[in-house]
């Protein structure tokens, strides 16, 4: 009986949770659809998610493309398929590779930042103030973040694109034996529209879910350092177990039939 | 003629969802011009019944009304909010805006153009030194950071002020120019002003009627004359704790 009220009583506080998400990512797509918007807060959002975030997206992109060119090489090397590397590395880099890790690298850095700094203006009532100053910090916080996440991430995911391409093409032509020119030749042969559209709408609802999930956690952060810290885990978890539950459903949605 | 009633609260209950009662049946009302000082132990719920009175926490019942409008009418919400400014416990600065974009912060949002003047204004007027305007609230004292405050609270010309523990965490000697400071300012602005505190310097200072709050209601309430003159036990035992602490040793 115990065991039976502790299912339910975890499934009801799930489905409120649930419930308090919806009524959090309404207020938030509203006030990024209505006036004013803030550009000041919107620029320094998209400085903070998007440009200080190039050398860690940069840097996985480049060890992606690299790795998944030697496993590739080694792999297909047992039935003598090796030619299909630039191939398998621009395919699995467009659709999967760019977008995913670009997603939970920004996850991790911009998610935890937004639920702190959120969080820290919670506790030390900067968000009350804003309200009683006639800000809504909807529009003021919660817009800016969501549309510079929205806006940066399938920037990111084109930067993490190229880079990874080139970290294949480096092992590639350095380490595996290729020519540079049919490597090119091969790679832009094999590099489909759809692929990178795929990509692009990925890291959009990436981005989507990363800003939501940043500021759902900040704003709802308790009193106290403790729970602060906890915002920030629950949003960076919250934010890949959505962008790896999102990556499925679009991809599914392009390729599935 | 009396002053007509600016702030009421009707019978207002709030219980949070652990099941603590901190506003029971609350009733209160403050006239314009008026500075009522709330007096209470910690957690007896001051702070929550500022947060009631701006409508950032819900009542489970009862109503509050000020300046004529309900804290409940949503569609002007915006309209009952302009009447009131507020200077926080903590501050509450901005922490990624300077001190004048403090100031000018909430002037700007109206639409005010000469917004950076009025923000150096009220800032001077304050008594902050014009080297600090450039500053970070990170880069304050505690005294400096109040000072801040009250001029973001100012500048915005409100009807209402309130002032949760404005000297909380200063030393004595910045306190009391703090205190000196908002009754300047109370006095020169002719506010309906609601201040809450633990410290009876300020409200002897501050106030022109105090209040005692204790669980969930006020208990007693008087000019600030006769703070020192009830016989009431529980604002005796508020005003000198160890008095009744030593009786009740010695017998």
Redo the contacts between chains.
Sequence with gaps: MNLLANIGARTISMLVEAGKVAIFVSKGVWACCSWPLYMGELLKQMLNAGFFSIPIVGLTAVFSGMVIALQTYVGFAKFSGESAVATVVIVAITRELGPVMAGLMVAGRTSASIAAELGSMKISEQIDALEILGVNPFRFLVAPRILACLICLPLLTLLADVIGVFGGFLVGTTKLGFASRPYMTQTLANLAADDVICGLVKSACFGFTIAVFGCFYGFNSARGAKSVGEATTMAVVAACMGILILNYIVTAMFFGA | MPTPIKIEFKNACKTFSNGTMVLNDFCLKVRQNESLVILGRSGVGKSVMF?VL?G?VYMNSGNVVAGGISVDDRKRR?QY??Q???M???G?????MTVEQNVS??LT??GISNATEIAREKLLAVELDQSAFKLYPSALSGGMQKRVALA?AIA?KPDIMLFDEPTSGLDPVTGSTITKLIRKTIDKLDLCCITITHDLNVANVIADRVALLDNGQIIWEDKVDALNNSNNPALQHFINPTQRTNASHKK
């Design positions: 947060k701006l950032l915006r909010l302009s009131f400014s507020m926080f416990q903590s509450a600065l901005f922490d990624s912060f909430g949002n109206r973001r915005l």
